[in-house]
C-alpha cells in the first residue's frame, strides 16, 4: 500500500467551477502537509502548507486537513483556465531526515 | 521565483554515455534533494543530502551517483545511461529545520535512445 494516495485524474471542470482535490495517507506519523502545483514541463512549486487538523484559506484557496481519517483536501473556488496543472499533495513526518513523500498527483483541466 | 537551476532542461542521449545533470542553488540551503517522476506517477526521493561532503541513497533505488562537494552544487551522474533512465530528473533544496519549504528547479528530462 502506497503511503499516500491520490486520484490521478484528469479532472476537468468548466471556469468558474469549485474543484475538490483529495488525498488520504496510511502513516500517522505525518505532521505537515503541503500541496504543489505543477504546471507542464515545470518544477513543482508550493501553494498551501498546513500543520494542524481544520481548515486555511488563501484567495481562491482552502487547505483542509482532517488528521483523525488521514485525509486532506484542497478546494479550489472560481476556478481559471490558468489553474489547469498538476497538484500534488505532500506530507513530511517530523523525524529523521523530515523527507517529503508525494502523492501521484492530480491533473486539473479548467475549460474557458 | 526559487533561486534553484537545473541543466540541461532537455537531453537526448544514446545508449551507454555518461551523462551529468546539474543543479545549483543560490539560496544558501544545506539540504538538496533529487527526485524522479514518472508521467503520471508520484515523485520518488532517488538521492539527498544534508550539506556537503554528506550524501544519502533515497527510497527509489537508483544507478545514478550524486556528490556534494559545495554548499550550491549538487550534480547527478550516470556513468552508462540505458532507456530504463528515461525519465524527468528533479532537484529541489530547502533550508535545514521543522517544516521548511522545498523549492524545486524546473527539471531536465531525460531520454536514453
Known amino acids: 500500500q502506497k503511503e499516500v494516495e491520490q486520484d490521478p485524474g484528469p479532472l476537468s471542470v468548466p471556469e468558474g467551477a469549485i474543484v475538490s482535490l483529495n488525498c488520504t495517507y496510511s502513516?500517522?506519523?505525518?505532521?505537515?502537509f503541503m500541496w504543489y502545483r505543477q504546471y507542464s514541463r515545470k518544477g513543482p512549486e508550493l501553494l498551501m502548507y498546513?500543520?494542524?487538523?481544520g481548515n486555511k484559506e488563501d484567495g481562491r484557496f482552502t487547505a483542509q486537513v482532517d488528521k483523525s481519517s488521514k485525509y486532506i483536501s484542497l478546494f479550489i473556488r472560481d476556478s481559471q483556465p490558468s489553474d489547469s496543472a498538476t497538484y500534488l499533495c505532500?506530507?513530511?513526518?517530523?523525524?529523521?531526515?523530515?523527507?517529503?513523500?508525494f502523492g501521484t498527483g492530480t491533473r486539473l483541466l479548467v475549460s474557458p | 521565483e526559487a533561486d534553484i537551476y537545473q541543466t540541461p532542461r532537455y537531453l537526448v542521449i544514446g545508449t551507454g554515455k555518461k551523462i551529468t545533470l546539474e543543479c545549483s542553488q543560490t539560496?544558501?540551503?544545506?539540504?538538496m534533494y533529487w527526485y524522479q517522476q514518472d508521467p503520471g506517477m508520484e515523485l520518488h526521493l532517488i538521492h539527498y543530502?544534508?550539506?556537503?561532503?554528506?550524501?544519502e541513497k533515497g527510497d527509489l533505488s537508483s544507478e545514478s551517483t550524486v556528490s556534494r562537494i559545495r554548499t550550491e552544487h549538487f550534480p547527478l551522474t550516470l556513468e552508462s545511461a540505458r532507456p530504463s533512465h528515461t525519465s524527468q530528473y528533479l532537484c529541489?533544496?530547502?533550508?535545514?529545520?521543522?517544516?521548511?519549504?522545498?523549492?524545486f528547479g524546473q527539471g531536465t528530462r531525460l531520454t536514453v535512445v
Open positions: 529541489a533544496s530547502s533550508k535545514t529545520g521543522v517544516n521548511t519549504e522545498a523549492f
Open positions: 502513516n500517522s506519523a505525518f505532521q505537515y
Open positions: 498546513t500543520y494542524s487538523s
Open positions: 505532500a506530507m513530511l513526518m517530523n523525524t529523521g531526515f523530515q523527507k517529503l513523500v
Open positions: 539560496m544558501g540551503h544545506d539540504k
Open positions: 543530502s544534508y550539506g556537503v561532503n554528506s550524501t
